[in-house]
Each structure stands twice: as structure tokens, then as C-alpha cells.
């Protein structure tokens, strides 16, 4: 589990039933697509996430559709327990330097 798999997986969480666009996921994470768009394919092939193009006619919209992304049931329970793992490691990191 990668520092960038966790910021993604962070901001997908705190979104709670809300679907974010990858430009949303990406400003609240700072990553860029060459990053972003693999780690999310990984995760929805995972089924931890789902996807779905918005609605809408681009042209009504003014602007490309966007997919959306949200954690599945699974995403969210995996999520918060990778959250835990390094919260673990590193409380253990701390604990072993205060030695």
C-alpha cells in the first residue's frame, strides 16, 4: 500500500456516500493523472471502487463529462484497515525511537 494509494483511499473516505471526479480525488490528493488514474484503475479492478460517467450531453454541460468514483462496502472496510495498519507501524516507529 503505497503513500499515494493511502491519500486516495483517504479522500475517497472522507467523501463519505459522495462520488468524487478524478479532478476532485486529484486536487484533494495533489496528484497528478499519470499517478491518480492507475491507482484507481487498481482499486475499482480490486472492487473497492465503483465508477460511473456522469449524466448529461457534454454540450448541455459546456465541458467532457466526468467519471465519477466512489468506495464500494468492500473499499471501506479495506480503507480502514489499512488505516490502521500504519497508524500501528507508526506508533510503533515513535514508541522505538523513544527508547
Known amino acids: 500500500m503505497t503513500t499515494q ?18 479532478a476532485e480525488i486529484a486536487r484533494r490528493t495533489n496528484l497528478k493523472s499519470g499517478t491518480l488514474y492507475p491507482i484507481l484503475f487498481r482499486l475499482e479492478e480490486a472492487k473497492w471502487v465503483v465508477s460511473r460517467w456522469e449524466d448529461g450531453d ?12 466512489q468506495l464500494t462496502g468492500i473499499g471501506e472496510a479495506k480503507a480502514r484497515e489499512a488505516f490502521k495498519e500504519v497508524s ?11 527508547s
Not at 494509494?5 to 472522507?14: F, M, W
Not at 454541460?61 to 468514483?69: D, I, K, N
Open 88 to 98: 500501528a507501524m507508526i506508533g510503533g516507529l515513535a514508541w522505538g525511537n523513544s
Open 58 to 69: 457534454p454540450r448541455e454541460l459546456g465541458r467532457p463529462r466526468r467519471r465519477l468514483y
Open 5 to 22: 494509494t493511502l491519500g486516495v483511499l483517504a479522500a475517497l473516505t472522507s467523501a463519505a456516500m459522495e462520488q468524487l471526479s478524478g
